[in-house]
């Protein structure tokens, strides 16, 4: 067996999964905001009990390294830091947009685009773009979404939209060749991926390993009192 449990934290939905080679073997998630500090430890040993599965028996953690929720990311990629040290096991960091644009790979054609998107603020998201074959043909980055954004792709073939952001976007932009799917991540996304860096011995040194947040997280005092942080 090569059996690798993976982790989500990235959005409000807490989600993990296990493979082996690959192939799902089962998925536990919660969706409730705030949530991941007291579910995740509890969803990772419901799913392993689910999959009569012990921790000595898993070949690598994977989690989902960002960009996304500050806080989520940081009890992933702690927890799965953890594990990884504890069980002496590699750790596999996977974009949390690639893993997201998976939901979108079965539908998208050889002329069609992939766009990965999480909401950040106000009109702004996190977005990174692919093709069909999952390659990035535009990096990870922050774009405020105006009516002509994406327009050199969406001029030539199908555009697949995913993730938490399609709901505001699809309000701005209209071309005929854009396709909204509000589809949100999984660990089982994450796995996937997971297991093809695996087979690559594509691993993170644990000792600097850290979520990719994209923006500095910025710490804010109180303007009441300044001792006290919100």
């Known amino acids: 067996m090569a059996l690798i449990l993976s982790l989500e934290t990235s959005t409000p939905v807490c989600s993990v999964a296990i493979h ?11 969706n409730i905001p705030g949530a991941h500090s ?5 969803l990772i040993d419901d799913l392993l009990n689910t999959c009569k599965c012990k921790s000595e028996d898993l070949a690598a953690i994977a989690v989902s390294e960002g960009p996304g929720s500050y806080t989520g990311l940081r009890i992933g990629v702690s927890t799965a830091k953890g594990l990884a ?7 596999i960091g996977v974009s ?17 685009k992939i ?6 603020r106000r009109m702004e998201v996190y977005r990174e773009v692919f093709d069909y074959q999952m390659n990035s043909v535009a990096f990870l980055d922050s774009e ?11 001029e030539n073939g199908s555009v697949y939209f995913i993730g ?3 709901q505001k976007v699809k309000e701005v932009i209209t071309h005929r060749n854009a396709a909204f799917l509000e589809q949100k991540i999984s660990a089982d996304q994450v ?4 297991w093809l860096k695996f087979q690559k011995s594509e691993f993170e040194n644990l000792a600097y390993f850290v979520p990719n947040y994209l923006k500095e997280f910025k710490v804010l005092k109180s303007k009441k009192n300044p001792l006290l942080i919100s």
């Open 20 to 30: 082996d080679h690959g192939s799902l073997l089962g998925v536990k998630e919660v």
């Open 38 to 42: 007291e579910r995740l430890i509890g």
């Open 85 to 91: 040290f504890a069980l002496s096991i590699p750790l």
């Open 96 to 112: 949390t947009l690639k893993a997201l644009a998976r939901g979108a790979r079965s539908i998208a054609g050889a002329d069609s």
């Open 115 to 120: 766009i990965a998107m999480l909401d950040a």
């Open 144 to 154: 405020v979404i105006e009516a002509t954004s994406f327009e050199k792709y969406l």
């Open 164 to 166: 938490d952001a399609v």
């Open 191 to 194: 796995g996937e991926i997971a």
